[in-house]
């Protein structure tokens, strides 16, 4: 009882963090937010470890080996699309190169 | 759960939401990005520690072999085609906690000791879970243009989707009290069939909904995910993944509220009725009305002689013409005349909001110079031309006419009118996407209309203004 009060205590706090950390974000950012955050939901692949480290049958192990490899798919891909992408966004060019080129 | 794996979730929280708060400035956010993987590293490693150590082999296999997918797909992905890779990262993820659930449900019989808030969150994580995968898969064949293009509806489709999710709720109960409702139905039986049907129920919810709606799809479906992984985390009684879950739940949320604001359209009328078929775009009367046509040569003359202050507003055909390093060339021909060079990107430019500017800092423009919406119209008050190209909905004074019931009334426009010139670079008169028809065009003393491919049009324009 005290673990479930506990863990309802924290999805309280974090959902009320989750909405306060995306309010008046640009629209520039949209996009890699949401990749970012569709890569952060990839934690299940944590999930998945443990549920396919637990004992069972052949066929749970299959599921769990789907799982895990999904989850794995969601983390890397997620991260390193989201890291491509703010790749190109480039800082304002400085004045000096700007007076060059004209 | 041992004191150190716990202590070592809590940091990758942390890391986390100092990553999300470093993701809302473009400055800081590829660290912030950085970070945030830093912190999934953590969590993955301190699960390492509370894991029997014989399935390590089978966890490693699972874990390169998913890596090297996603790795490779993320790094082969055409900026384009960004929209439907987030889906497909976004339905595995749904998939992996719906499977994850169905095979904790096991485990968690075998064992005996299934506890009520297990009994509950499995159902509605297989749910969750699984709505979310084929929502996501359906997202992605149609943004692909591999299936259901457009909005595909049938009868009854609303009687259909609560028939299946009455459905759901009977199986999932009849799971969680040992057959009690259908003695049939094993209860193992009955949590494959609520994913099952799940997974059917997320097609039917996602196949009426058309293409120009499906970003905020895959941004609620993203928001899903997460859910899912957080209620997975009471089934696994584990805190990061309640935590990790319930944070991108919410900012998912927010983000998806944001995005259909953005939009003009109520998240319920976009879920619910499917896009409103562009039934209202039967206005013209066969009419043909005058428009100012005009060559390369005359607009670059405009630009080079008579305009100092330029805004360039950029659609989805600018993307699809690949004309970003020519709008680029634009810019820099312009500047180094020494004019100013702004670029307004509407908050659904692309086909998902910030996809514009994704495409547009690939091809060299620096981000500083893309305003959002509410800067821009500012700006364009004292501009000398606004060159729209590949665009129209968005610059659509008619979304200001509340006496009109047509897809895009509402939507927030860039006031393209207040410029002294407007300049549309456009393969014909058609209207855009909403099929909505824009008064601009047969605005002969104020707009210039060039029709040509974007692409064609903004080297002629190039050309044109450095030989003037």
């Known amino acids: 009882m005290q673990e479930l009060l506990a863990q309802l205590a ?37 999930g998945g470890m443990i549920t396919l480290a637990s004992e069972g049958s052949f066929a749970i192990k299959v599921v769990g080996f789907v ?36 | 759960m041992q004191v150190a794996t716990f202590l070592a979730y809590l940091a990758a929280a942390a890391l ?22 830093v912190g999934m590293a953590v969590a993955l490693i301190a699960t390492l520690f509370v894991i029997r150590f014989e399935s390590l082999l089978l966890i490693g296999a699972a874990v390169i072999l998913g890596s090297v997918v996603g790795a490779v797909s993320a790094q082969r992905v055409q900026m384009t085609a960004m929209p439907q890779m987030v889906a497909a990262y976004n339905g595995v993820g749904g998939g992996a906690a719906a499977l994850i659930a169905l095979s904790e449900f096991y485990h968690l019989r075998v064992e005996g000791e299934m506890s009520l808030v297990a009994a509950l969150t499995v159902p509605l994580t297989i749910l969750i879970g699984s709505v979310s995968f084929m929502g996501s898969v359906v997202a992605f064949l149609k943004l692909q243009e591999l299936a259901f293009s457009g909005a595909v509806s ?13 459905g759901i709720l009977v199986l999932g109960a009849n799971a969680i009290t040992g057959g009690a409702i259908l003695p049939f139905l094993s209860p193992v039986a009955s949590v494959v069939a609520v994913l099952v049907a799940s997974a059917v129920l997320g097609v039917l919810l996602v196949i009426p909904i058309g293409g ?63 896009i409103a078929a562009a039934g209202s775009s039967k206005q013209d009367d066969g009419e043909e009305r005058e428009v100012n046509d005009v060559g390369a040569g005359e607009v670059g003359e405009y630009l080079s002689d008579e305009a100092e202050k330029v805004v360039i507003v950029p659609g989805y055909g600018l993307a699809v013409a690949q004309a970003q390093g020519p709008m680029r060339d634009l810019m820099e021909t312009l500047e180094s005349a020494g004019k100013t060079v702004l670029f307004g990107i509407h908050p659904v430019a692309g086909r998902m909001p910030g996809h514009m500017n994704v495409l547009l800092t690939e091809a060299g423009v620096p981000y500083d110079k893309l305003y959002d919406l509410e800067d821009i119209n500012p700006e364009l008050e004292d501009a000398d031309a606004a060159i729209i190209v590949g665009a129209n909905d968005v610059v659509n004074p008619a979304a200001n006419d509340k006496e009109q019931d047509s897809p895009i009334s509402g939507m927030p426009i860039l006031n393209v009118e207040a410029a002294e010139r407007v300049i549309f670079i456009k393969r014909s008169l058609s209207p855009g996407f909403a099929g909505v028809d824009n008064p601009l065009f047969y605005d002969t003393d104020k707009t210039m209309m060039l029709f040509s491919d974007a692409k064609q049009g903004l080297q002629d324009v190039v050309a044109a203004v450095k030989g003037g």
């Not at chain 2, 009868?155 to 259909?160: E, I």
């Open chain 1, 10 to 46: 924290i999805l309280i706090i974090a959902a009320f963090l989750g909405f306060e950390l995306i309010s008046r974000v640009p629209n520039l950012l949209h996009t890699p937010l949401m990749s970012a955050t569709n890569a952060i939901h990839g934690v299940i692949l944590v």
């Open chain 1, 67 to 102: 799982a895990v490899f999904f989850g794995a798919m969601n983390v890397v891909g997620g991260f390193w699309v989201t890291n491509r992408m703010l790749g190109m966004f480039r800082p304002p060019r400085p004045r000096v190169k700007k007076r060059r080129a004209g």
């Open chain 2, 16 to 37: 986390f939401i100092v990553g999300i708060r470093r993701l809302r400035k473009p400055e800081t956010a590829r660290s912030g990005n950085t970070i945030a993987a």
């Open chain 2, 154 to 166: 049938f009868p009854l489709q609303q009687v259909v989707n609560a028939l299946l999710f009455v």
């Open chain 2, 212 to 274: 120009a709606d499906m970003p905020i799809v895959i941004s609620l479906l993203n928001a899903f995910t997460g859910l899912a992984a957080a209620a997975s985390g009471f089934v696994l009684e584990n805190y990061i993944l309640i935590i990790g879950g319930t944070i991108v739940g919410a900012s998912g949320t927010i983000l998806t509220r944001l995005m259909s604001s953005a939009l003009g359209r109520p998240l319920g009328k976009i879920i619910f009725a499917g």
